[in-house]
């Protein structure tokens, strides 16, 4: 059995739905044991063969902690096969277009570059004003910003499906 992580960072708990998806496809592979958790719950990544790592995006930026996650560990997620994915706009169309091209934060992409993930993706995000606080309201109230749910699960277990394939060449999903 392959040992996977997938650690995210969410405020809202949409990112943890994704990851929690993205489990579920691993796992369904029969060869690959995954623990799911949120990063503040990774102490120690070493029982891991490989790492998959996402985090919400607020104006550009991984949360912290996830950030802090993978800077932390840089040198040990340069040791295995590592997937990266931020989660976060809102609306229709490809998530890259609705963020002009953006795909990871510019400050984190130093140790990305050093890491070498084997994919970065980027999926639509969960957005809903009942969460929001009177500051982010008024945020994306500025910045005319959509709400709502546009997640695209297809999208995220045909990516989770490409880990399962990288680390389980073997494996036919039919």
Known sequence: MIRVLVAYATKHNSTSEI??????????????????????????????????????????QWRDEAAELLKKHEQELAQRPVWLFSSGPIGAGDPKTLLKGWVFPEALQPYADHIKPRDT???????????????????????HASTGDSRDWDMIRNWASGIVEALVPTYDEA
């Open 19 to 60: 990851a929690s998806v993205i489990g579920q496809t691993l796992r369904q592979s029969g060869q690959i044991q995954v623990d799911v958790k949120q990063v503040e719950n990774v102490h120690d990544i070493t029982p891991y063969q490989a790492v998959v790592l996402g985090s919400a995006v607020y104006m550009g």
């Open 121 to 143: 993706a980027l999926f639509h995000g969960k957005l809903e004003r009942d969460w929001m606080n009177l500051f982010e309201k008024a945020a994306i109230t500025f910045v």
